[in-house]
């Protein structure tokens, strides 16, 4: 049963969590050098190997119970409720750490590892309590929609709707949700590094300024919510890609130039690179979870097989991890290095490749509803 299952998740939580915080004391109490650092590196990439089980155990039963127990025409928004949900954890997250710092919960000469694990843990019962006591017990085998229970079990090979549009559109979406995971999750390493190195912003207060700036996902996902019938979900992928190209053009030096032009001489040049990302954050994000949302329609599902849903959203997951915050991180602090206008055309260039993915081989390729 699903609430089992996310109780196991929850679990693994607890316990990365737990071992973390071990080795926060140990560092803050100047222990560490007393236990090997090969045993030391072990338990640590252990402990967040077996939280990022947990979430990524939490993460895909979210989505395919979203695919299984939600209605075709619901799922786009709750796909996009479910990104808001990990957006909200990007942005608090930064902001806590800066909170740590800033009271100096440790005492002076700490390193503050030790608030931070205790933080860690807190976080990590919390959202076990929540599982515990508010999540409902559910059968993974039920679907929202009767018709949709012989095509997920029917093999691909043997189906005539598998076709090729739906395979397109399926690869096209997995290659945006790629392209997210790489330019989201570089963007707060290298706006850390430009803020403290050009800007000379001081390191508390630029976690606080980065979590803030990226919780401008909350404005954008309500006045998503009260407005997104007015368009079709096609239209709003496109909006918030335009939106996410927009923003990025925010980072190029010449831009605090020009709003110095138009009055506004007094501004840090390090507050518009958070505008950058207050825009690029939520509207790459949300675009993203309106075009996965388009393969988890009853139209555009797969049967059984190498691309079904199921197989799908692990794929989504392995991209946004494995690819994106492998690999995003590391190549923009090497651009950031070079000059904040490199970074400034590599994030330009990825969220025009976004919008083009969806004009080229998305769009063309969304069907209408199933009577």
Request: hydrophobic share 50%.
């Amino acid at each position: 049963h699903g609430r089992a299952l996310l109780l196991f998740a929850a679990l693994c939580n607890f316990l990365g969590a737990a071992v973390y915080c071990g080795l926060s004391f140990l560092a803050d109490s100047h222990n560490i050098p007393a236990v090997p650092m090969w045993k030391a590196s072990t338990i640590l990439m252990a402990s967040r190997m077996m939280d990022g089980f947990g979430t990524a155990f939490t993460a895909q039963l979210s989505f395919v119970g979203t695919v299984r127990w939600i209605p075709s025409s619901e799922r786009t928004s709750w796909i996009v409720s479910l990104q808001f949900s990990v957006m909200m954890g990007i942005g608090l997250g930064p902001m806590i750490s800066s909170l740590i710092i800033k009271f100096d919960l440790c005492g002076k000469g700490s390193e503050h590892f030790g608030a931070v694990g205790i933080a860690y843990v807190g976080i990590a019962l919390a959202s076990a309590g929540v599982v515990a006591l508010l999540c409902p017990s559910a059968d993974l085998n039920a679907v929202a929609e009767p018709a949709e229970s012989g095509l997920l079990s029917q093999p691909l090979e043997h189906s005539r709707s598998a076709t090729s549009g739906n395979i397109v559109l399926v690869c096209a979406c997995l290659v945006m949700t790629a392209l997210r995971g790489f330019v989201i999750s570089g963007l707060e390493a290298a706006t850390a590094l430009l803020l403290e190195t050009d800007y000379g912003w001081d390191k508390g207060a630029i976690g606080f300024a980065i979590g803030v700036s990226f919780l401008g996902c909350v404005p954008v996902k309500l006045v998503y919510g009260a407005v997104r019938h007015q368009l079709a979900d096609e239209s709003w992928a496109k909006v918030f890609a335009i939106l996410a190209i927009s923003g990025s053009f925010l980072l190029f030096t010449r831009s605090c130039t020009i709003l110095g032009s138009f009055g506004f001489r007094s501004v840090d040049c390090g507050i518009v690179v958070l505008l950058s990302d207050a825009i690029l954050f939520p509207t790459l994000y949300i675009g993203d979870a309106v075009v996965f949302g388009f393969v988890t329609m009853s139209q555009h599902l797969l049967p059984s097989g190498w691309l079904d849903v199921n197989r799908v959203i692990l794929y989504r997951h392995i991209l946004v991890t494995g690819l994106g915050r492998a690999l995003g991180p590391l190549l923009a602090r090497v651009q950031a290095d070079g000059g904040q206008n490199n970074f400034a055309w590599q994030q330009v260039s990825l969220a025009v490749v976004f919008f083009a993915l969806l004009e080229i081989f998305v769009t063309p390729n969304i069907k209408p509803p199933l009577a």
